[in-house]
């Protein structure tokens, strides 16, 4: 059942674009109605939980949702440059290389020969598996300054800046996960509005896209669940996995269009992100 819990944050947060996607809406309106399904979920939690707000707590944890918002924002943006079953992977190896870059740096971590071979070990698998996700062909290379992935990888990289320092903030702060919650998600609401009102996100698709917002809301909850079930090492390396439902998401159901030498590469790339991200899985404890 503990590892049944530790697996909900893979499905749920693997999924998000794809039901996205199936949902429909452009970028501004799927991150808005996302947020508020976020910020619904978070409201009911709070009957349940006794969370120590403090002064500190409330604003770090709602900038920690305004970075998510601007990261969200642009994932859902690189999607329709990209596709999700290209996006997820790249932007999960972004934000696996940024987070554990920043953990070493300002946490000290990998303080042990071992754990920094296993580090290093992993950050090279991730950097290859991302530059394989990338891959493109030759006709689509001819015309770079138009090409998807010319127009995608800006967006990622603005997107890996807001998810790290979403994650890193609190971190920092050492705000507890059921503190941050709800003032999290109200920033989140908040950035994604501000983002968001010159493109007038308000429709009918805003409303679907709650959805996958109780999705993310969900996958969180479970992630916070499994931690003290299970471990760090183990809760972190299981969520990571959820870029195979995405990726294969994308291809089969979405019908994303790959050619056989892209889909291996798409295939490969994805697996080898997940290796990375369980062997980072195992600094962490």
């Known amino acids: 059942m503990d590892i049944l819990i530790a697996l909900i944050p893979a499905v749920m947060w693997g999924s998000i674009l794809l039901v996205s996607t199936k949902l429909g809406g452009g970028p501004y309106s799927q991150v808005v109605g996302t947020t508020f399904g976020a910020l619904i979920f978070s409201i009911a939690a709070i009957f349940f939980i006794s969370p120590d707000f403090t002064l500190t707590a409330v604003i770090v944890s709602f900038i920690s949702g ?13 999607v329709t440059h990209l596709g999700v079953s290209k996006t997820l992977p790249i932007s999960t190896g972004l934000q696996l290389v940024g987070t554990s870059l920043f953990g070493v740096l300002a946490f000290g971590e990998w303080s042990t020969t071992m754990k920094l071979i296993i580090g290093i070990s992993a950050l090279v698998l991730i950097c290859l598996g991302v530059v394989l996700t990338s891959y493109q ?7 770079k300054e138009g090409s998807p992935l010319k127009k995608g990888i800006p967006l990622l990289l603005i997107s890996t800046v807001g ?5 890193v903030i609190i971190r920092w ?51 916070l669940l499994s931690i003290p079930r299970v471990g760090t090492a183990t809760s972190f390396s ?38 990375g991200g369980v062997m980072l899985g195992f600094t962490k404890e």
């Open 163 to 167: 998810y790290v320092g979403y994650v």
């Open 238 to 275: 299981l969520s990571q996995t959820g870029i195979i439902i995405s990726t294969l998401g994308g291809i089969f159901l979405l019908g994303e269009k790959k050619t056989k030498k892209q889909l291996v590469f798409v295939v490969i790339g994805s697996i080898l992100i997940i290796i």
């Open 173 to 223: 702060f050492n705000i507890d996960g059921w503190t941050a919650i709800l003032p999290q998600s109200v920033g989140m609401v908040t950035g994604a509005i501000l983002l968001s009102v010159k493109h007038k996100p308000f429709n009918k698709y805003t409303i679907r896209n709650i959805i996958p917002g109780l999705m993310w809301a969900t996958g969180n909850l479970a992630l």
């Open 137 to 143: 062909e030759k006709d689509e290379e001819e015309n």
């Open 66 to 78: 305004l970075l998510w918002a601007l990261g969200q924002t642009n994932q859902f943006r690189t």
